[in-house]
């Protein structure tokens, strides 16, 4: 068990690697000169190369690569060029706290639905309540996330006047207001990635209504409901775990979208923010510290098969 660890351990810390390598490569390829951009249009060959000279930037690509993995490797993710020299990590920080928030209560959310509605599609998928749950499964799972939250603003706030459509209050500062600020994002987030995970809940509970066990607590007069909940949800906690770590993946792409739509103060905006500035070592650092998170979430979702499943933890288990 150590050895697979420690092995998976190794895969994260190469794919860490090879990600900084691509990262690094696209974001110097990317046209123009940032130099230029700085200085405006009106600017001297002269002051361009010599900013360009002040930023390392008229360095072999290579050594600014192994300069920046030096940095990264002690919390050192460079200076933003458009907001006075202010480390990137110093931006990032802040808004750290306001994705990592929608994006815990979002997948929270996104589970509260569906692993009873999934239940429900699975024990009753040959009448209608299961019909009802998977056609509104596919609903959700064809609606844009920005749409979804312009439609939940549009009846919520600007029809109902019940919460505020845009804006953020640190939780610190007045707990109230952080969470009716945060209702409509999560809420966003949560339908969508619920819809989504719905299919593959269903999916996973089905599978096990047809194992022996399940129908032998059927037999000694289990109900339906609680032989599912007994017996089924830790064999069917593997693939659901799969799931969820590729869904989370999905929930912080999401919650750039939804950053945007309900103007919160998060990575995604940040990011967003610093393309449109062409603020190179703030995308660098940004998209890093996400490739960062998604590998991490990753690699705990394939350590978790070891815990759930016994069968992993043997030299004739899958191999992680």
Do not use: C
Not at 73 to 80: A, I, P
Not at 199 to 208: E, H, K, L, T
Request: positive net charge.
């Amino acid at each position: 068990m150590a050895w697979r660890i420690l092995r998976r351990l190794g895969i994260f810390a190469v794919t860490l690697l090879g990600a900084s390598i691509l990262i690094f490569a696209v974001t110097a390829a990317l046209p123009g000169d940032i130099a230029q951009v700085l200085l405006g249009t009106d600017a001297t060959p002269e002051a361009v190369a010599k900013l360009r000279a002040e930023l390392g930037l008229d360095r072999p690509p290579v050594v600014r690569y192994f300069e920046w993995l030096g940095g990264l490797l002690v919390g050192n993710f460079g200076v933003s060029l458009m907001s006075a020299n202010q480390p990137v990590m110093s931006l990032l920080l802040p808004r750290l706290a306001v994705t990592a928030w929608l994006v815990a209560l979002g997948i929270t959310g996104a589970l509260a639905i569906a692993l009873p509605a999934g239940m429900v599609a699975a024990l009753r998928r040959r009448h209608w309540q299961g019909f009802t749950v998977n056609t509104l499964a596919q609903i959700g799972m064809a609606i844009p996330v920005f749409w979804g939250g312009i439609m939940l603003v549009l009846v919520f706030a600007v029809g109902l006047g019940w919460l505020p459509a845009n804006g953020y209050v640190p939780l610190t500062t007045n707990p109230l207001e952080w969470a009716s600020h945060l209702v409509l994002p999560v809420l966003t987030l949560s339908l969508v990635q619920g819809a989504i995970l719905v299919r593959y809940v269903r999916s996973a509970f089905v599978d096990i209504l047809n194992e022996d066990y399940y129908r032998t607590a059927r037999a000694i007069g289990w109900l339906p409901t609680a032989a599912l909940l007994r017996h089924g949800v830790r064999n069917a906690a593997v693939s659901l775990v799969t799931v969820v770590g590729l869904q989370l993946s999905a929930v912080i792409v999401g919650a750039i979208v939804v950053e945007q739509v309900f103007t919160l103060p998060g990575l995604g905006t940040l990011l967003l923010t610093a393309v449109a500035q062409r603020d190179l070592f703030v995308i660098q650092g940004t998209v890093m510290f996400l490739v960062f998170v998604v590998l991490v979430i990753n690699a705990l979702v394939d350590i978790s098969y070891l815990l759930i499943d016994p069968r992993q933890r043997t030299e004739g288990g899958a191999q992680l």
